[in-house]
């Protein structure tokens, strides 16, 4: 049996009466207004050098201090977020598309699954970090190759969810009758079974976001990720990590950033499941 659709004001409620959920929607909200609107925030230009005051402590003037080079952490956090933020935003999408589009061919049409899920099976067969490491070395450190290896990695994972939803979806009594009364396979999979697939790639799309900030974050750690001089969150806690005994906070307050906003997705994609799940949504 299954619940009918809820009214998307009533659905936004629902979402919201979990207090975890309604505070890690307000986390993130804060943090892409901080990206949004860094400059007038912060009053800094984050690429500005200042070696009289370098390893800042946090004070009135820098609110979270200064880094090796006399720059105000808070404007380079909220503009790296910027970057960071994007890099994520567009794995995600390019993960949900592909990934998206794979399972819909697999789980719909039978003489496509087997190749696309031997293919799918063998991208999985690599650990995600060791695969986006080996693609980032090949295609050389920059942004746009950052979010292709990342695309790449998080498809499967889309794709699996998504066939093994459209493979319940496609034995549904309204799709035989679709069938049996000649409906066009793509007119059939556009219309009939995309739609019933939205709740699952809505929730993995959130998932893989939080994902990419971690794997991006990780990459520029490890040197492979996007170029030095791009003020990304993993980027700025790969170059202060030599000075962080002297001045703890040029790594933590980037990293917070990091664990902050990838929690805040993680929680708000749970709700967002539990919602859309018609055996939860009993419960909440």
Do not use: C
Not at 8 to 19: D, E, H, N, S, T
Not at 70 to 80: E, P, T
Not at 262 to 275: C, E, N, T
């Amino acid at each position: 049996m299954t619940l009918p659709p809820l009214p998307l004001p009533l659905l936004v409620r629902k979402l919201f009466r979990r207090r975890i959920v309604a505070v890690a929607a307000l986390l993130l909200a804060l943090m892409v207004v901080a990206t949004l609107f860094a400059g007038p925030l912060s009053g800094f230009d984050p690429n500005e050098t200042a070696v009289s005051q370098r390893l800042g402590r946090p004070s009135v003037a820098h609110w979270l201090g200064t880094d090796e080079l006399g720059r105000d952490l808070f404007a380079r956090i909220a503009f790296g977020g910027r970057y960071s933020l994007s890099i994520a935003a567009l794995t995600a999408l390019g993960a949900v598309v592909a990934g998206g589009l794979i399972g819909l061919l697999a789980g719909s049409i039978h003489r496509l699954d087997a190749p696309l899920m031997r293919l799918v099976d063998a991208m999985m067969s690599f650990p995600d970090i060791l695969l986006a490491i080996a693609l980032v070395g090949i295609l050389g450190p920059s942004m746009l190759n950052v979010v292709f290896a990342l695309v790449l990695v998080y498809t499967p994972r889309v794709a699996r969810v998504v066939r093994a939803s459209a493979l319940v979806v496609r034995e549904m009594p309204y799709i035989e009758a679709a069938r049996a009364v000649g409906v066009a396979t793509p007119r059939l999979l556009w219309r009939h079974v995309l739609p019933n697939l939205v709740s699952p790639i809505t929730v993995q799309g959130s998932f893989i976001f939080a994902y990419a900030i971690l794997a991006e974050a990780a990459l520029s750690f490890l040197g492979v990720g996007v170029p030095p001089e791009i003020p990304t969150w993993g980027t700025m806690v790969a170059g202060s990590q030599q000075y962080a005994h002297q001045a703890l906070w040029i790594v933590l307050f980037p990293g917070l950033a990091i664990v902050v906003t990838a929690l805040s997705l993680q929680l708000l994609g749970d709700g967002v499941r539990d919602l859309l799940d018609p055996r939860l949504r009993r419960s909440m």
